[in-house]
Each structure stands twice: as C-alpha cells, then as structure tokens.
C-alpha cells in the first residue's frame, strides 16, 4: 500500500502539503492540490483513517493536574474546566498529586506523552521552584499557585488581602490572641500568613503562625495542641484557617474539646464549603470564586492555543468575607 511520504514524493510537495490536501483542499493552491490529487489516484492512496482520529483525539486532549482532589476547591475548579472544555469539544484527563512533586513530574511527563493540546497546573511549592514552562511540549495555565518569576499564564486570589481582610474581622470582633494555621507546599499558603500578619502588625499585636500540612487531619492535630495549651503558651482565642481542609480540622479539634464558637474560641477560614453554612457550624470564611478561577484557566489555555504568541497574563480575582456565627461575639 502507498504511503503518504509515497504521494508526496510523487508529487514533488511536502507530506504536510498531502495532509492539508486531504484535510481542507480549498486552503491549497489549484497547482499544487492538483498534483497532490493526481498522485493520490496514481498511486490508489487510501489515507489511514485510524491512525488521523488518534491525531485528532490527541490534538483535543487537556490536562488538568490538582495537588488534592478531596479539596472542594479542586472539585469546583475541575468542574468550571471541564464545562468549558465539553464546550469546545476538549477532552480532558484529571490528575492528582497529592502534594508530591514527583508524582507532579510524572504526570506533566504523561501529559507530553500523550501530546496533550495544553495543561492547567495547580503546583506544588517545589514543583514551582522548578518549573520551566518553555520546556515542556504545550501551553500551560497556572491555577491558585504561582510566582511572578514563573513564565505561564496564571489564575489567582489575592490572597494576602483576603487574609488580611479575614484577620480585621476577628480583631473587630474583640478577639487578640490569633494563631493562624498556614498551610504548606504552596505559595497560598505563604501569601495568607502574610496577609495575617500585616493585619495584626498594624495593631502592634504579635503573629503567632503555624506552618501544617494542608490536610483535615494535620489541622486537627495543631488546633488540638493550641487549643491544649501545649508548650505553656496560652490559648489563643480565635483561629484562622488558610484552606478548607484545614479550616474542617480545626473544627473538629473544637468540638473535641468541648470548647463553643464564638464565645470560647473564634473561628475564620478559607472556602465556603456546603459544610460551612449548616446552622450547627455557622463558621465564617472567605469565599473564593472556585468556578470562575476554574473558568478562567481553560479560557486562558483556549486563548494562549489560538494565539501561541500573545503576553503572559496574570488574572487576580478578589475573595468575598462571609461573617457568621463563628465570630459574632454576643
């Protein structure tokens, strides 16, 4: 059987001048299709129809690659992503890393592997370090991590003023002693801790941060241990949580210890999960727009594929504070 090479050196034209051909012949010049037409009937070509689908599936394949899909953030964000791509006739194939920058490696590796069109990355911290977008193979679109070093399109909060705003909250409310619960991995992490800390510096009261790995159970275990009193430091009395995995744990470390909200301890934290709002909770957060950061990111992947040249564009997107129970001092 005749190949495609074999039509092209019959022809006297490129392969990639057969495949526009055989794909959209009104977009070749009259000469030339006519010839690549010619050597098509000389030569009987029969195009590999099977092997030109797995092209096209690939040319339509995204990925997206979350460090913890139990997180709803992830979840709202995957949702926003895959509507969008549904949309535009995108598949997309959904990893998780767990926080592992190797498992991260393997993944974007899988992702070259199988000749995806672009990707969308939540790294992590040492991910990021490291990442060089320009060496991999497709476009990638940054979401809710980033640095400014970092030569990607991004979609973020702003989280130092979202904490900031949250740490005011408590402070008006009359609470003092705050211990903030920050996770790690992440620049958001980083950037909440700040942000809290510019707010209590600001009313010369000292940051008491603690640096946890952004999961239900680590949250659990350090709200226990400051609400304990462990290492003869005096119970603060209001948390702030950086995450909702976080923000979940340090709940359960308060009813475990019996303690009440808002009057015992005040509460505020990161994402406003369905959990959240349940009048037995009533915790107070900062609401991020999940769907249209999630948004966002796969309309920025649409954009940076239509025009592979176009600037490096940096989204910030403001977080909503939603004041409940949890801080409503009678």
Not at 136 to 160: C, E, G, K, Q, S
Not at 313 to 322: D, K, N, Q, S, T
Request: hydrophobic share 45%; proline share 5%.
């Amino acid at each position: 059987m005749a190949s495609i090479k074999d039509v092209a050196e019959r022809a006297g034209v490129s392969t990639t001048t057969v495949s526009r051909v055989l794909s959209n012949p009104a977009a070749v010049r009259t000469p030339l299709r006519e010839r690549v037409e010619q050597a098509i009937a000389a030569l009987a070509y029969r195009p590999n129809l099977a092997a030109r689908r797995l092209r096209q599936q690939r040319a339509s394949l995204v990925g997206l690659i979350v460090s913890d899909i139990r997180s709803p953030f992830f979840t709202d964000v995957g949702r926003a992503v895959e509507d969008v791509a549904y949309r535009h006739g995108l598949r997309l194939i959904l990893c998780n890393t767990d926080e592992d920058p190797a498992k991260e490696q393997s993944y974007l590796e899988l992702m070259a592997d199988e000749q995806a069109s672009g990707v969308i990355l939540s790294p992590t911290m040492e991910g990021l370090k490291r990442l060089r977008p320009a060496d991999w193979p497709f476009p990638m679109v940054l979401v809710d991590r980033a640095l400014d070093t970092t030569r990607a399109d991004r979609v973020v909060l702003d989280n130092r003023a979202a904490a900031r705003r949250a740490t005011e909250h408590l402070l008006d409310a009359g609470y003092r002693r705050i211990a903030v619960l920050a996770g790690t991995h992440s620049t958001t992490g980083q950037e909440r801790q700040a942000g809290y800390a510019d707010a209590l510096r600001e009313r010369g009261l000292a940051p008491d941060p603690h640096w946890v790995a952004p999961t239900r159970e680590a949250g659990m275990a350090a709200a226990t241990a400051l609400l304990a009193g462990t290492g003869g430091m005096p119970r603060p009395d209001a948390l702030l949580a950086t995450n909702g995995l976080l923000l979940l744990g340090a709940v359960h470390a308060i009813q475990a210890a019996g303690l009440s909200m808002p009057n015992d301890i005040g509460l505020a934290g990161f994402d406003n999960n369905d959990w959240t709002a349940l009048p037995a909770m009533d915790v107070t957060v900062i609401a991020q727009p999940t769907y249209d950061i999630g948004r966002t990111a796969a309309e920025l992947l649409l954009q940076r594929l239509a025009e592979p040249e176009r600037t490096v564009r940096r989204v910030v997107l403001e977080g909503a504070l939603l004041a409940r129970g949890s801080t409503r001092r009678g």
